[in-house]
Nanobody, 121 residues
Framework: VQLQASGGGLVQTGGSLRLSCAASGRTFRPYAVGWFRQAPGKEREFVAGIGWSGGSTSYADSVKGRLTISRDNGKNTVYLQMNSLKPEDTAVYYC???????????????WGQGTQVTVSS
C-alpha cells in the first residue's frame, strides 16, 4: 500500500485547509485510516481516524469540532477538513492505515510521507 498525503500549506489563524490521503497499490480495504501529526520537538500524536467500511470516526480532544475526517471509498481517498486553525496545529501531518480491528495508535502499519501545515498567528 502506498499513501500520498497532500494539501498542506501556510494559513493564518482561523483559516482552513483540506488534506487528502490517496492510497494505491494492493486492493485497498483497511480496517481504518488515521491522520497523525508531529510538531517540532514533540512526539507524533493521533488526530483523527475513520473506519473504512462503516465510516465511524474518532478525534483527539484538541481537534474536536474543528477538524473533520471523511472518506471516498471509490477514490481510495481520505480527507481531513481543517477549520478554525490555530498556531498549535502547526505540524507535519501524516496519514496511515491499519488492518487491525479496534486499533490503538501503535497498530497503524503503512504511512504516507507527510504534508506540512503551518498556521501563522
Amino acid at each position: 500500500v502506498q499513501l500520498q498525503a497532500s494539501g498542506g500549506g501556510l494559513v493564518q489563524t482561523g483559516g482552513s485547509l483540506r488534506l487528502s490521503c490517496a492510497a494505491s497499490g494492493r486492493t485497498f480495504r483497511p480496517y481504518a485510516v488515521g491522520w497523525f501529526r508531529q510538531a517540532p520537538g514533540k512526539e507524533r500524536e493521533f488526530v483523527a481516524g475513520i473506519g473504512w467500511s462503516g465510516g465511524s470516526t474518532s478525534y483527539a480532544d484538541s481537534v474536536k469540532g474543528r477538524l473533520t475526517i471523511s472518506r471516498d471509498n471509490g477514490k481510495n481517498t481520505v480527507y481531513l477538513q481543517m477549520n478554525s486553525l490555530k498556531p498549535e496545529d502547526t505540524a507535519v501531518y501524516y496519514c496511515a492505515v491499519t488492518y487491525t480491528a479496534r486499533p490503538t495508535k501503535d497498530d497503524y502499519d503503512y504511512w504516507g510521507q507527510g504534508t506540512q501545515v503551518t498556521v501563522s498567528s
